[in-house]
């Protein structure tokens, strides 16, 4: 089985590939760079819902997991699962910078409307969807071969930057555990292809007032190549069927 990755930027994705080698096969794909080591693909789709949703629609459609390009090797075939990975904000005190989250929900925070009464989401409008749910047995199989945490873990088109919007957020939410800003629409993508989603997400920094001083992200880079290195045997061992999204 291939898994697409979906990374908002390039250190993020060299991250993942890390895991596997230091010398990835990169592939000119439509609309993106693909790094290919071992049984991942890895593509940074750049920040923010909309740019992520593109390069994994782009990647999917393109046939990108079968073989590509010249000298692209055996084994390649029709992507299993997408992974909307990288670096995140934790949710304290549950997510710790430094920690690492799978989400069990991919949830569409500020997808809707705005009120006099408040946040309305996209559902509450009458169309659209607001979360997506992973494979529940591959994110309890993930979370223990990596040591995870799972929660759900909220989409966000602008960063947390207040303790009065984190506890707005953790009030609408309150099972998330962290945020970041290309989960949602990965998994629109995958979707669409009817291709299972996860999210995993290694916290940098704590979810409210930005404190660039505070902020871990060499240490998250680093924890996310350890959670990848672990996950090849896991996938490995996930059989078909799947339940679906």
């Given amino acids: 089985m291939r898994v697409l990755v979906v990374t908002a930027v390039p250190v993020e994705r060299d991250a993942v590939t890390r895991a596997f080698t230091d010398r990835p096969q990169v592939l000119d794909v439509p609309g993106a760079e693909l790094h290919r080591a071992g049984a991942f693909d890895v593509v940074a789709g750049g920040a923010g819902p909309a740019s992520a949703a593109a390069a994994a629609a782009f ?18 075939g029709p992507y ?9 904000g934790g949710f304290a005190p549950d997510a710790p910078v430094g920690s690492l989250v799978v989400a069990s929900g991919i949830v569409a925070a500020d ?18 969807r607001e979360r997506f749910v992973p494979p529940p047995d591959l994110v309890r199989d993930v ?10 873990v909220l989409t966000v088109s ?6 009065g919007r984190a506890a707005a957020l953790r009030t609408a939410h309150p099972h998330a555990v962290a945020e970041a800003m290309e989960g949602f629409g990965v998994a629109e993508a995958a979707e669409r292809l009817r291709v299972p989603v996860l999210e995993i997400r290694a916290v940098s920094n704590a979810v409210g007032p930005r404190d660039r001083n505070a902020w871990r992200i060499g ?19 996930w059989t078909t069927p799947h339940d679906r999204l």
């Fill in 143 to 152: 979370a223990a071969a990596t040591g995870a945490l799972t929660g759900e």
């Fill in 111 to 128: 997808l809707g409307a705005e009120t006099p009464d408040g946040f309305v989401p996209v559902t509450a409008l009458g169309f659209g």
């Fill in 219 to 237: 240490d998250a880079l680093a924890a996310l190549t350890e959670a990848f290195g672990k996950l090849t045997p896991v996938l490995e061992g």
């Fill in 158 to 163: 602008t960063v947390t930057g207040s303790a």
């Fill in 59 to 76: 990647a999917l459609a393109s046939g990108a997991g079968a073989e590509v390009g010249p000298g692209a090797g055996a084994g390649a």
């Fill in 80 to 88: 299993g699962l997408v992974v909307s990975a990288g670096i995140g």
